[in-house]
């Protein structure tokens, strides 16, 4: 069974600091997604990483993919308070019937000023 | 444009009534998701279709249901709603492919009274 671990699930932070966020899973996967989310709202795509090194950045946001360490991280540089949202990790398992999606908890983000 | 168009946003149902939520894609894609968000929680894979076939997760209740009549549109039909039930949830759609993500619509808010 595939599992996917964010951490940390809550996050509070100052305007101007940096911090990563975590997404851990347990099977082999060549593909993550990044999402974000804000209240009451659809999933938002971020990022699509492909393969193994694969680094995309955009804006404060940057996500990169280990697959040997089956680890993703999604750092934010100097964090300002329109990043708050809750931001999911997701993993693809293709198979012949689609591709699957199973997401981590979450890890929803507070920025203050 | 909208590509996956979720109706309605906002659904009020009553406890026990059978309710039907319908999307819509104009992308031409192959495979369609159902997903269940409960609040504060992951989405979660209810089934999808890869074309007219039809795969369900194994833990997903008899009491929801889906119908895909042709390539565009896709139906999720709760036939007896509990309180449970209350979610927010999310069509999705895909090209079955290795380089491929999945887009998502705006979802659809349940409320069981």
């Known amino acids: 069974e595939l599992k996917v671990e964010q951490n940390p699930l809550f996050l509070s932070m100052q305007e101007g600091k940096n911090y990563t966020i975590y997404c851990n899973y347990s099977t082999t996967s060549d593909r993550l997604y990044w999402y974000r989310q804000d209240p009451g709202k659809s999933l938002e795509s971020l990022f699509v990483?492909?393969?193994?090194?694969a680094v995309k950045q955009e804006g404060r946001l940057m996500a990169s993919l280990d697959t040997k360490a089956r680890l993703s991280t999604l750092h934010i540089t100097a964090a300002v308070h329109d990043l708050s949202a809750t931001y999911f990790c997701?993993?693809?398992?293709?198979?012949?019937?689609?591709?699957?999606?199973?997401f981590g908890g979450g890890t929803r983000l507070m920025v203050k000023p | 444009d909208a590509m996956v168009i979720q109706n309605p946003r906002y659904q009020v149902t009553q406890f026990g009534k059978p309710v039907t939520l319908s999307c819509s894609q104009t992308l031409n894609h192959n495979v369609m998701y159902w997903y269940q968000q409960k609040s504060s929680q992951a989405p979660k894979l209810l089934f999808h279709y890869y074309d007219k076939d039809f795969n369900n997760e194994a833990d997903t209740p008899d009491n929801f249901q889906s119908r895909r009549p042709n390539t565009s549109f896709c139906f999720l039909d709760i036939r007896s709603p509990g309180l449970g039930d209350a979610a927010m949830y999310l069509c999705?759609?895909?090209?079955?492919?290795?380089?491929?993500?999945?887009?998502f619509g705006q979802g659809t808010r349940l409320t069981v009274v």
């Open positions: 997701a993993v693809d398992f293709l198979n012949n019937a689609g591709n699957m999606l199973t």
């Open positions: 999705a759609t895909s090209l079955l492919g290795l380089n491929t993500e999945a887009f």
């Open positions: 990483l492909l393969s193994n090194g």
